[in-house]
């Protein structure tokens, strides 16, 4: 039986599109129920709905964040899909770096990379392939708008669970140290990241110019305008040269004409 009346969901739902641009799904109650219910109960409130009240009569501040925080979706894993890290190492990073060769810098963005195994594993795919970017002054910036996940990603330490997915053994032997029960990144990766928080949906201008861009698995919670929008402040920030790398399920099409799909062997890519 739902706990969570009609109103108090589109309530919800505008909370989260204002702020964030994603475009909760009609029929996704559920998660509200699931996610909202403990937060009611630890605040004092019996129900959801008074919870809602409550958010209705303050201005906005840090309750309707931690509301929409508890919505969103952080899925992710280390080598997500695996593809795009193979077309990484075995073609575009070469590819940029013999552009880089006169100015041997290259800046790298995770845009939205939730708890952080993105980055890291584009971290660990740099030291382990391509020794030669130890002399290039390498950026790799990952943001998102959520300062909790952010918090977890800067932290690197994952559990059992979270390391063993997509993560090879031998990486993890590598390059994390066992803490208790839970796995803690070293420092010499950590430390190759600048993590930042950033909201997509706003005016971004204070990131540097982009070689390679990963906007994974995020395009497709937004809605066309939103979509457009976005594509249209990272065409501006990616380089003429540069690469942008999408999820599996989203592309450019009908969004933007001027970002060409680049077709590899084992997936796509976009340039400009
Ligand atoms: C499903 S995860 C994708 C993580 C990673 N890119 C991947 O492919 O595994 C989506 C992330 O987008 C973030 N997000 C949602 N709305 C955002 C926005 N407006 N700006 C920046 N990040 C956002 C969420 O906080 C979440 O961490």
Redesign the pocket.
């Known amino acids: 039986m739902r706990t969570i009346s009609s109103i108090d969901f589109d309530y919800l739902r505008k909370l989260i599109r204002s702020h ?3 475009a909760l799904e009609a029929g996704k109650e559920y998660l509200a129920e699931l996610h909202l219910a403990t937060l009611a109960q630890q605040i004092g409130f019996d129900s959801i709905s008074e919870l809602v009240e409550h958010l209705k009569n303050l201005p906005f501040g840090s309750l309707h964040v931690q509301v929409i925080e508890l919505l ?6 280390f080598f ?1 899909d695996t593809y795009p890290f193979e077309i990484l190492k075995d073609l575009v990073l070469p590819e940029i770096i013999k552009q880089q060769k006169s100015d041997e810098i290259i800046n790298i963005w ?5 708890t952080g ?2 980055p890291y594993s584009i971290a660990m795919l740099i030291k382990e392939n391509f020794p030669i970017l130890d002399d290039y002054k390498l950026k790799i910036i990952a ?4 300062s909790q ?1 952010l918090a977890r990603a800067s932290e690197g330490i994952y559990n059992q669970l979270e390391i063993s997915r997509g993560l090879p053994k031998r990486l993890q032997k590598k390059y994390f140290y066992s803490d208790g029960n839970q796995w803690r990144i070293k420092q010499k990766i950590r430390e190759m990241i600048d993590f930042r928080q ?4 706003e005016y971004y201008s204070n990131l540097p110019k982009m070689d390679i861009i ?1 906007l ?3 395009l497709i ?1 937004f809605d066309i305008p939103n979509k457009k929008k976005i594509l249209s402040q990272v065409k501006n920030i990616l380089k003429t040269n540069g690469y942008l790398f999408l ?1 599996s399920g989203e592309t450019t099409l009908n969004l933007d004409q001027e970002f060409k799909r680049v077709q590899f062997d084992k997936g796509i890519c976009y340039r400009l």
């Open positions: 964030s641009g994603v969103l979706n952080y899925e992710t894993s997500r995770s845009a939205a990379c939730s195994q993105e943001s998102d708008l959520s996940v950033l909201n997509l949906i990963f994974r698995n995020i919670y999820g």
